[in-house]
């Protein structure tokens, strides 16, 4: 169980460090009042150790790179506090990546995708063994990350464009590039996603008979990103619209029975949908993290050009120190 601790873009230049703090603070409070069954994890080992004992892992992503303030130092010590995916913007742009509300027609993306800094911290990400999260991003911005990144990515609550063309979901010609990743999209299960209205059903989800030709949203990203590039990122405490019979995670084995009536899964094979997929790309990043750690990369001590804050910046004091 990934806990988002999302902060809003509101909060941009102003105490958005704060408040995400304060987020991950609760998750651990919340993890260990109720551990066991709730167990902190933070690593693919601790995630397959906590299963075989029926725990529950909870994991940390925070939700936008706004919660950074610009800053590598805060993208660190979240690290150090346990989050292991960073979704790289929110539904707001940072001063350094483009999100996907500038694919929206008759918008404008500010940066094309990903600024020389974006790309650092894709970097440093790859070396501290964080997930980057392309979740929201604009597709230039997928597109840079891909290109940078030496770890898989994924997209941690997305379904697929070509059956919703909504600017949150993944393009066919990325799910290629994802799938030589060897990354990760999570299918999200907001209706608006899945069909571009408030409504839809397990078969939206899965099969959605009504597009024959290019399946549902599961089955429409496994065909072309692969069956290893599949998995499942409802999204249930951030969506106002949930499928007829997908309501919660108590619905789940109704979503299995549903691919396994069509004949096209196996039990091998849904078992990476369920999360096998997921330690996969966990381990490639820890991998990664250790490949670039026996390298000797030291840590990036870059810092954001002035020119992309365009005079904005968080209240500061002057000359600190």
């Known amino acids: 169980m990934f806990w988002a601790a999302y902060v809003p873009c509101e909060s941009q230049f102003k105490d958005a460090v704060q408040l995400t703090l304060e987020q991950i ?3 651990r409070r919340l993890t260990e009042k109720y551990s066991p069954p709730l167990t902190f994890c933070t690593s693919a080992q601790e995630i397959t150790e906590a299963h075989e004992k029926n725990h529950l892992c909870s994991l940390i992503g925070v939700e936008g790179g706004h919660s950074l303030a610009n800053s590598l130092p805060v993208l660190r010590i979240l690290y ?17 990546a483009d999100s996907s509300l500038v694919d929206v027609p008759g918008r404008k993306p500010e940066h094309g995708g990903l600024t020389n800094f974006g790309k650092i911290i894709v970097k440093e990400m790859n070396r501290l063994g964080m997930l980057v999260d392309l979740s929201h991003v604009s597709v230039r911005t997928m597109k840079a990350a891909l290109e940078v990144s030496k770890a898989p990515v994924i997209f941690s609550h997305s379904s697929a464009r070509a059956l919703c063309n909504s600017t949150r ?7 290629a590039k994802l799938g030589l990743n060897g990354g990760l999209v999570m299918v999200n299960f907001y209706s ?4 571009c209205k408030d409504t839809a059903t397990i078969a939206d989800a899965a099969v959605h008979y009504y597009i ?6 599961i089955n429409h990203i496994r065909g072309i990103a692969g069956v290893d590039s599949v998995g499942l990122g409802a999204g249930y405490d951030g969506i106002n619209f949930t499928p007829k019979g997908l309501e919660d995670v108590s619905m789940y084995p109704a979503l299995f029975a549903e691919l396994i009536s069509t004949g096209q899964w196996t039990s091998d094979e849904l078992k990476k949908l369920a999360g096998l997929n997921l330690l996969r790309v966990l381990r490639a990043v820890e991998k990664v993290r250790d490949d670039m750690a026996k390298s000797g990369v030291e ?3 870059d810092t954001i050009a002035p020119k992309y804050l365009k005079g904005r ?3 500061t004091s002057q000359e600190p120190f």
């Open 80 to 96: 150090t506090l346990g989050v292991r995916y960073l979704t790289l913007t929110s539904t707001c742009n940072t001063q350094w």
């Open 299 to 301: 840590p990036y001590e």
């Open 192 to 195: 608006q996603f899945l069909t």
């Open 212 to 217: 024959v030709s290019f399946g549902a949203h």
């Open 313 to 315: 910046s968080n209240c």
């Open 169 to 175: 979901n993944v393009p066919d010609h990325i799910l």
């Open 25 to 27: 603070d609760v998750i």
